[in-house]
């Protein structure tokens, strides 16, 4: 066996393992589900019975996941660099596993705009979290106020726009493909609430 098939192995039984503990299940629940007897469970678990793809199978579909995601190996790419844009105060993670989805930290001095016709509306969602300061958002005709450590999520087909409140403010937010073409348009044509440097 080589040193890559051993750590793969090690790495299926503590997610076999861990999986189970998640789930709040006793060994004896998981191997009822599994339909596999209990002291076998345990000596997967515990690196005393080989590995057969057929259980593997089995006890993928008993915790509620893939054969695929149970054998998945961790890759070299953990670690990210963002994309910095200093013009608008911004920078931008591209999350891996899902290629749609964008992480976004910006930091915000302007306030939010007086004019509703300023407000943008583009399909997609965003949620965003201030980790610094207050932001308003506005959505539809609504106006929300978001504090440090607050959350906010809505669709974007709603007409929206946030800015800082009382002194600049720093966000970080998720946006779906759609929401980031929405708001690359809306950069373009001069967005309220962007940054300056």
Do not use: Y
């Not at 995601?69 to 660099?81: K, Y």
């Not at 596993?97 to 407000?119: I, S």
């Amino acid at each position: 066996m080589t040193q890559e098939t051993g750590e793969l192995d090690s790495l299926v039984r503590k997610r076999i393992r861990a999986l189970r503990v998640a789930q709040g299940w006793s060994l004896e629940e998981l191997a009822t589900r599994a339909r596999v007897s209990q002291s076998t469970l345990s000596r997967i678990e515990n690196g005393q019975r080989r590995l057969a793809l057929d259980q593997l199978v089995t006890l993928a579909r008993a915790l509620d996941t893939s054969l695929d995601q149970l054998v998945e190996t961790a890759t070299d790419d953990v670690i990210s660099n963002p994309t910095i844009d200093a013009q608008r105060g911004m920078m931008r993670w591209p999350i891996k596993a899902e290629p749609g989805l964008t992480v976004v930290r910006q930091r915000m001095t302007n306030p939010v705009p007086d004019n509703p016709a300023r407000m943008r509306a583009h399909p997609g969602r965003e949620w965003l979290v201030v980790i610094s300061g207050t932001a308003t958002l506005l959505l539809g005709n609504r106006r929300f106020r978001i504090e440090t450590n607050q959350a906010a999520e809505f669709p974007t087909m709603l007409p929206h726009a946030i800015g800082a409140e009382g002194g600049p403010c720093e966000i970080v937010g998720i946006f779906d493909r759609d929401a980031r073409r929405g708001h690359h348009r809306g950069e373009d044509a001069g967005e309220v609430g962007r940054a300056k440097s």
